[in-house]
DNA sequence: TGGTTTGTTGCAGC
DNA sequence: AGCTGCAACAAACC
């Protein structure tokens, strides 16, 4: 559920309750979800791994974390952390962290930052990591200020499709690998969306829980690296690392 | 069956 | 002060 992809693919399946009245607020958020009733959805929108329910002049942000799950019009057996009824249909949403988020959308998120974004901005992107010379390139991937919605997949997909070791140092890469990584990001990201959508996802991952390259057959190598600590998988003859 | 994880936050300790 | 490591959260998968 997590990648920014799959929160898009929500987005598609609710695009329907825009427009729509909530009747029905409640769930065991620590939110007030009285003051709910009686908005109305202005939009459903989606910026890296966030959910957003867009109301006037505030909006509900679900984060679906690690666990998070979701029904649309149908319930599943346990408690929902919000549960949302409209005038016709309803949406649930488990195990997710649910805020308010205070404002206009439009104005208060970075979409340039959003890697599936119609604002997705490589040149930002750049200038946000040649801010960031010392960081490996394992954790700038996951870095949601560069790259909202990007998680552990894309991460570990990426680097190996344009065979960059994740150890490498982000100020030791020449200018067109550090291009060819943000172009890559948003590319892969696409095709993890298509692939999610026919439901071959899993099968498509040539390095994301794999013990084989499927380059050069050799085993991969897997730890859990840098400040993020999140599982890395790689293979060091066809990876380069560039620093040290 | 139990170990693992597509994620983030908050806090203790250094 | 700022960094890092760890716990907490909590559910499906293999």
Redesign the pocket.
């Known amino acids: ?3 920014g992809p ?1 929160i898009v693919i929500l987005t598609e399946q609710t695009r329907e309750f825009a427009g729509r009245t909530i009747l029905r607020a409640e769930g065991d958020a620590k939110i007030d979800t009285s003051r709910l009733l009686g908005e109305r959805v202005r939009a459903l929108r989606s910026w ?2 966030h959910f957003l329910i867009e109301l006037d002049g505030f909006s509900v942000r679900i ?7 979701y029904r649309i019009n149908g319930r ?1 057996d ?1 408690v929902p952390r919000l549960s949302l009824g409209f005038s016709k249909g309803e949406l649930n949403f ?2 997710c ?1 649910v805020q308010y988020v205070e404002g206009e959308l439009l104005r208060t998120y970075d979409w340039a930052g959003d890697v599936m974004s119609d604002a997705w901005d490589a040149r930002q992107a750049l200038a946000k990591l040649r801010a960031m010379p010392d960081t490996l390139a394992c954790d700038a991937v ?1 870095d ?1 200020a560069v790259f909202a919605g ?4 894309i991460k570990n997909e990426v680097l190996f499709r344009i065979r960059l070791h994740p150890l490498s140092r982000i100020g030791a890469l020449p200018a067109t690998r550090l291009r060819e990584l943000v172009k890559e990001v948003r590319q892969y990201s696409f095709d993890f969306l298509a692939w999610k959508k026919a439901g071959v ?2 099968e498509n991952w040539l390095a ?2 794999k013990t084989v390259c499927p380059r050069c057959a050799i085993p991969f190598s897997m730890g859990k690296l840098g ?5 890395s998988f790689w293979c060091e003859r066809c990876q380069k690392r560039y620093g040290d």
């Open positions: 559920m997590p990648e799959s890296g791994k984060h679906f974390l690690l666990f998070g799950s599943k346990a488990y195990a962290s996951l949601q990007a998680g552990n997949i996802l899993k994301h829980t400040k993020t600590r999140r599982r």
